[in-house]
Structure formats: C-alpha cells, structure tokens
C-alpha cells in the first residue's frame, strides 16, 4: 500500500519525509514493475496482500506465500486491478518468470525503502492495535467500528463499509474478518475478490506522526511540576509507544526514558500493556485529567 504514496504524494502528505528520504534510492529497483501493479483505479491485486497465517508475519515467509500463489489466481487477480483498461505490458509474460520479478522487486523495494524505518512503524501498528483492543473492550462492537472510519458502521450486527467502486454484501459467519492497521491507507480498503477471507485494512491512529519528533507545545506548568523530560513523554503519549519509540523522538536513551517511565508510572499517570515481545506505555485516566487541566 505504500506504493500509493508515490503516485500521488499530495494525497498522502503526512508520508512526504519518506518520499524526500527514499527518492533516491528508486533508481535501484525495478520502479516500473511496481508501478504497473497497481491498477488504473488504484487497486492492488488481491495475491500481493495474502492472508496472514500469524498476527506478526516474517516479510520472507510472506513473499514465499506470493512466490507460491497459483498462476491462475495472479492471472485473476492481476486483471481484476487492472479493470477495463487491460493489463499493462509488463505484466503479460509468463507467469512463474513474473512472480519471480515481482518478488524479487518487493524484496528490493522493502530493503531500501520501508526495513531501515520498520521499528518505528511497527511501534505505531502496535500501538494502534492496543488502542482497538481496549476499545472494543470498553465500548463493544460499535464503539470500535464507529471510531475506525467515518466510512465504517455498524449496526444490527452488519459492518457497513462505502467502497468505491465495489458493491457487495459479505457473509462473513463461521469465517471471521480480519482487520489490519495500515500506516498508508487514509480510509479503509478491502479485497477485489469478496470470495476470499473476508478482510479489512484501515488507517492505523497516529499514522501522521511516524516521520516526525516535535510534540505538542507544552505549558511552562506541566514542565515544572514534571519536569522536561517526563512532560514530554506524558504529552507524546496521546497513543501507547515503547521505550525506544519513545526515547527516538525524545533523543534520548533508553535507559533515560525507562527512568522516566517508571516514575511516571509509579505516580499513576501511565499504564503499560505487553503487546507481542514489546511493552506499551498509555495514559491513565489521571494521566489524561493532568494534560486536560494543564495544557
């Protein structure tokens, strides 16, 4: 999906630093095969995005999973994006030659652009999925789906999403329905092909600020009551992050920022949630009454 980005970066402004960054390094992939996926109206095909078999995928084991679809689905699937427009010339060869490139090309393309990035959008995925969770937890179904996108409702136990371009009523019983944070989407997108496992993604919370380090002004107040570093951390935690999330937008160490955490902790304002092998850090209720009295 980050593909999107390059097509049409006044769309996806908050991703302009990357643009700026990676630039340069486009003269080492095979740009053009990237481009040609996606089609006229900007869908990808459905095989380039399979279902994932764990909740934290491997990039390798997923590219394999793209490496081993059936010729017949990424012919499929290929056309399906393409729409009424036909294929582009790059993707009429031979099918086991081209899932070759199109890894390959992938491969290169997360190298160079998204892996040296990766710890700090992984923080904000993670970051957004506890946020769901206690959502969904404190507000049950519809407060979590009301609040994901104004494109989404729910209501009388159906899920009602305005896809452009697609029309279809899903039953989703005894399958399940995925939904995965995506850092560049702006409104949530599914499958092309409804048959398949029925799938979301949706703009992850906290997207916009993933290329940033300034935070939220601070009041002279709030730093000398906590002091600099710890107002900071408790401002930036608008969404739960890591220590080391933390200490790069801070630019300051771990170990700092764990000092920091703990006291901040123990005086009540933050919560920490173990979400995979990372600990996320929140604001408590009394947390979120200080920075509303005194910001």
Same mark, same amino acid.
């Given at each position: ?11 996806? *402004?908050?991703? &302009?630093?990357? #643009? =700026?960054?990676? $630039?340069?390094?486009?003269? +080492?992939? !095979? ?28 990039? *390798?084991?997923? &590219?394999?999973? #793209? =490496?081993?679809? $059936?010729?017949?689905?990424? +012919?499929? !699937? ?43 959008? +992984? ?173």
């Amino acid at each position: 999906m980050s593909l999107w980005i390059w097509q049409n970066p006044g769309r996806y *402004a908050i991703h &302009l630093p990357l #643009v =700026r960054m990676s $630039a340069p390094h486009l003269t +080492r992939i !095979d740009w053009p095969l990237l481009q040609a996926l996606i089609g006229p109206a900007g869908f990808l095909p459905d095989f380039l995005t399979p279902h994932p078999a764990v909740p934290r995928p491997d990039i *390798a084991d997923e &590219l394999d999973t #793209v =490496r081993a679809t $059936a010729h017949e689905v990424v +012919r499929r !699937d290929l056309r399906n994006a393409a729409g009424a427009r036909g294929l582009h010339p790059r993707l009429r060869g031979d099918v086991p030659a081209l899932l070759e490139e199109i890894t390959a090309t992938l491969h290169d393309y997360w190298t160079l652009i998204l892996e040296p990035h990766w710890p700090k959008l +992984r923080a904000a995925l993670d970051a957004d999925i506890l946020y769901r969770a206690k959502r969904l937890a404190d507000k049950g179904a519809q407060g979590l789906f009301n609040d994901i996108d104004r494109i989404m409702s729910w209501g009388n136990g159906m899920l009602r999403v305005d896809e452009p371009g697609l029309q279809a009523e899903v039953d989703v019983s005894g399958r399940g329905l995925t939904f995965t944070p995506s850092l560049f989407c702006n409104r949530a997108v599914t499958l092309i092909d409804t048959s398949q496992p029925p799938r979301l993604w949706y703009p992850a919370r906290g997207r916009g600020t993933v290329w940033g380090t300034r935070t939220a002004p601070s009041e002279q107040a709030l730093a000398d009551l906590l002091g600099r570093s710890r107002s900071q951390i408790l401002q930036i935690l608008n969404q739960p992050l890591n220590t080391a999330e933390l200490a790069r937008r801070l630019s300051l160490s771990p170990g700092a920022v764990s000092q920091h955490l703990g006291v901040l902790s123990r005086a009540g304002l933050l919560d920490r949630s173990r979400h995979g092998h990372a600990v996320l850090y929140s604001r408590t209720t009394l947390g979120e009454r200080l920075m509303t009295q005194m910001t």
